[in-house]
T-cell receptor, first 118, second 107 residues
Framework: KAGVTQTPRYLIKTRGQQVTLSCSPISGHRSVSWYQQTPGQGLQFLFEYFSETQRNKGNFPGRFSGRQFSNSRSEMNVSTLELGDSALYLC?????????????????FGAGSRLTVL | GDSVTQMEGPVTLSEEAFLTINCTYTATGYPSLFWYVQYPGEGLQLLLKATKADDKGSNKGFEATYRKETTSFHLEKGSVQVSDSAVYFCALSGGRFGAGTRLTVKP
């Protein structure tokens, strides 16, 4: 079956611009979560969407937002970009939602979107 | 809140050396525990998991045992290969990840 698809894979923006990233989950997965990966901060949780509703949110400013569509595809948006937003943005899908303690709660990740802010 | 603490890297080993990457966690309840691996230029992928105390997860020669008494889930491999060079992440159910440990294996 097809994996998690993220687009675009690479992009370059300048400070003050905004960016939208897309994530298509595995068919049948209703949960999509987003992570920011940087060398200094590691992997940080942004938010999770489940059946079009935001269920969990990490500690990021309001410039970071997201949404999920009825087909479970998700987008995240970063407005007023700052240099510090340069990172690899990963999305992950799963069937039951990241809040479950079940061992079935395995995340399948996309390859990521690498954002460079100049 | 829940958290994961991983051994800081980077870790550099020679081929066939023994590997241990330490992971401890803080959590309410009884989470499932995971190790994910990220190869260069890729996203993370599941390496192994354990769902309850004393469970041992294993895959590709890697093993980790869920130790409730020490709240640990250390990753081990008896003989590493160059192809094991990657970043390894310990994680709890609930989407909480450690900072990652970069492993480089030299021939």
């Amino acid at each position: 079956k097809a994996g998690v698809t993220q687009t675009p894979r690479y992009l370059i923006k300048t400070r003050g611009q905004q960016v939208t990233l897309s994530c298509s989950p595995i068919s049948g997965h209703r949960s999509v979560s987003w992570y920011q990966q940087t060398p200094g901060q590691g992997l940080q949780f942004l938010f999770e969407y489940f059946s079009e509703t935001q269920r969990n949110k990490g500690n990021f400013p309001g410039r970071f937002s997201g949404r999920q569509f009825s087909n479970s595809r998700s987008e995240m948006n970063v407005s007023t970009l700052e240099l510090g937003d340069s990172a690899l943005y990963l999305c992950a899908s799963n069937r039951i939602g990241i809040g479950s303690i079940s061992g079935a709660n395995v995340l399948t990740f996309g390859a990521g979107s690498r954002l460079t802010v100049l | 809140g829940d958290s994961v603490t991983q051994m800081e890297g980077p870790v550099t080993l020679s081929e066939e050396a023994f590997l241990t990457i330490n992971c401890t966690y803080t959590a309410t309840g009884y989470p499932s525990l995971f190790w994910y691996v990220q190869y260069p230029g890729e996203g993370l992928q599941l390496l192994l998991k354990a769902t309850k105390a004393d469970d041992k997860g294993s895959n590709k020669g890697f093993e980790a045992t869920y130790r409730k008494e020490t709240t640990s889930f250390h990753l081990e491999k008896g003989s590493v290969q160059v192809s094991d060079s990657a970043v390894y992440f310990c994680a709890l159910s609930g989407g909480r990840f450690g900072a990652g440990t970069r492993l480089t294996v030299k021939p």
